[in-house]
């Protein structure tokens, strides 16, 4: 069983109860005979029944009727949207209790582990698309409480495109690939997206997002989490305080560059699928804190924004993120189908101590989850799949329907009885009975947008303000990938005059490269989402200012910097390696937490100047640079003659350096370096000793050259490498 060195969470997963209440279901090949779905032995699975060695088959061969029956059912329709995803089981601790504001039971105990099984996913791509598409990436948490689960249905980006879930179908088929000729597969760069987007100026604060690097993550394990609409938490006292959930990556937030993304796409389409399982297989179990910003109720209207309006933030400054819990994936599931695919979340289902808000966004869901179930799984019994059961039993009057797998005895199935004794019994609120907050409602039936949502624009800008500036560089380069791949110029140059209102030196960067000229005032109106009977202007956006002009926690620079854990390290070998430098630095960086891989002209093993041998494992054939975080070239005459000869070493080295990576090399293997097309890009100085310049570390002593490297390995990229000096890969 894997065991969880840093964390001190015991990792005894029999105590896990979720993982305890699937285990009857599983099922064991080993030792096994084969046999019917009915049970009958099978003596040959390799020959269908016939009317002589050349005859037909026979419609009685049960056998492979019912193979081939099955087979034939064995897909279901895949999600609408967040079709690509993986998961993971694990558990979830509060640090301390949080009864001043929330009854939640599992929110209450830090001696209570709670079980939680988790989905990560990307939008718009199908079932099979790459993992490394632009896009946002949905962050789904099941807690398995003792009252009940709870869904946190949340995504790596705090906002989202829309205001009102009346415009989610149209969001979708916009971004889904047009259906004309089903192109593009898991992109946004087309036509029907950015025409959407360029009429809904809503949108713009999540375009930020959208556009830059958190859309291309490094790792599942590398992203925030957040739950996006202002829910509520609810106390024992019955008073209630608005809450926005937060989860933090404990290795930080990191991204890739958008061509190795591209280039990952092809390389290893599964990469983020990998990097959880392979993580979770080897004991780096990945770790999230979960956050809360609390807003008392009389706090509701403080803020120069709607906390109702899910395309806004609560900046990091205003209202603080209190860490309040930790969660620890710990195992992989034991089938796709049967829980990945199969798990079932919905906002909608809560716990006393936790409420919804009035978010029209947040309104619709509840409505859509539960829905999407019975087309996706089949019929109202979806929450009796093993991995959508509550780890407490269900007792209330539903019954029947398609798959049922509960046996309900007895006559009784209504409420109120008196021949089943009254049960199953109604809860009072002291007994664990969810009661919904008493929120007063005072109005009259419309169907509006509040003018507290018409201010589209200031957070936009303070996102864009708030980036460093590689940063700022990838959203312009981002918006001029995907609105170069627009065929309408009329859209672009809608898009051009909704970016000049966020920000003009956006604008300008992004007209430069597609060859426009940005418009001075934007075409009116700018919204042209609106009733049939409004007046227009009614729905224009306002304009204002916010309060904050940047706001640190938006920009990824700031992630914490200080591990290289579980980054992946390539050394590139041949025969005739100077095996003590390469030991040297692999001890240091697997030391360190960093995983090694030796990468040579062949698979099997290098001989070493030393004649031993060392295992080798990918060749150049199997391996890229786009699938590794940093790259290493240990000396030795015979090896560093092979690989400057190597023409994909080389290439693995130009694409490590425009990809902003750390690059390290004994000084005798410096004529690997001069081989590469950056090396004239390099300080003058730079063959010195023991040198560390934009992630480039060339030393003599393989002890200080892992020091350095480590220190560059844990900075992830030195984008300043990137403007100037631009590297052909
Ligand atoms: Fe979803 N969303 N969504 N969504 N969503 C689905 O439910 C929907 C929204 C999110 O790993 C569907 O079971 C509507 C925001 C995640 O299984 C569907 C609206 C956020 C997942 C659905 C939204 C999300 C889904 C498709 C606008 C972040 C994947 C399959 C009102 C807070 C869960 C399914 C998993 C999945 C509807 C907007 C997150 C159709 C109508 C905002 C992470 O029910």
Known sequence: MATNKDSEIPVNQSDNTKLAHLEPYKEEAAGEFMNTNHGVRINDDQNSLKSGERGSSLLEDFILREKITHFDHERIPERVVHARGSGAHGVFKVYESLSSITKANFLLDPSLETPVFVRFSTVAGSRGSTDLARDVRGFAVKF?????????????????????????????????????????????????????????????????????????????????????????????????????FHWKPLLGVHSVAWDEAQKISGKDPDFHRRDLWDAIESGNFPEWELGIQVVPEADEHKFDFDLLDSTKIIPEELVPVQRIGKMTLNRNPDNFFAETEQVAFHIGHVVPGIDFTNDPLLQGRLFSYTDTQLIRLGGPNFQEIPINRPVVSVHNNQRDGYMRQTINRGKVSYSPNSLGDGAPYQAKAQEGGYTSY?????????????????????QARLFFNSQSDPEKNHIIDALSFELGKVKTVAIRERMLGILSLIDKSLASGVGYALG??????????????????????DYQPVMTEGKLTTSAA???????????????????????????????????????????????????????????????????????????????????????????????????????????????????????????????????????????????????????????????????????????RKVPS
């Open 438 to 458: 008493p929120e007063k409602i005072e109005a009259r039936k419309v169907r509006a947008r509040s003018k507290s949502f018409l201010d589209h624009f200031s």
């Open 516 to 537: 426009l000229t940005v418009p001075q005032q934007p075409e009116q109106p700018i919204n042209h989402s609106f009733p049939a009977d409004a007046d227009p202007n």
């Open 554 to 724: 938006l920009s990824m620079a700031n992630t914490p910097k200080d591990s290289i854990k579980t980054r992946k390290i390539a050394f590139l070998a041949a025969d005739g390696v100077n095996e003590k430098s390469l030991n040297a630095v692999k001890s240091a960086l697997t030391d360190a937490g960093a995983v090694v891989e030796i990468i040579a002209p062949h698979q099997g093993f290098i001989i070493s100047e030393n004649d031993t041998q060392i295992a080798v494992d990918y060749s150049f054939l199997n391996a890229a640079s786009v699938l590794y975080d940093a790259v290493y070239v240990p000396g030795g005459t015979n090896s560093v003659a092979s690989i400057e000869a190597e023409a994909d070493a080389v290439h693995f080295l130009n694409e490590a350096f425009r990809h902003c990576k750390p690059i390290a090399a004994d000084s005798s293997a410096m004529q690997v370096i001069e081989a590469t097309y950056f090396s004239s890009k390099l300080p003058a100085d730079f063959s010195d000793k023991n040198v560390l310049r934009e992630g480039v570390v060339i030393s003599e002593s393989a002890s200080e050259l892992a020091d350095k490297f480590i220190l560059a390995i844990a900075m992830h990229r030195f984008w300043e490498r990137e403007k100037p």
């Open 144 to 244: 398995y409480t003792q009252e009940g689960n709870f869904d946190l249905v949340g995504n790596n980006m705090p906002v989202f495109f829309i205001q009102d879930a009346i415009k989610f179908p149209d969001l979708v088929h916009a971004v889904k690939p047009e259906p004309d000729n089903e192109i593009p597969q898991a992109a946004s760069a087309h036509d029907t997206f950015w025409d959407f987007i360029s009429l809904m100026p809503e949108s713009a604060h999540m375009i930020m997002w959208v556009m830059s690097d958190r859309a291309i993550p490094r790792s599942y394990r590398m992203m925030e989490g957040f739950g996006v609409h202002t829910f509520r938490l609810i106390n024992a006292q019955g008073e209630s305080n608005f809450v926005k």
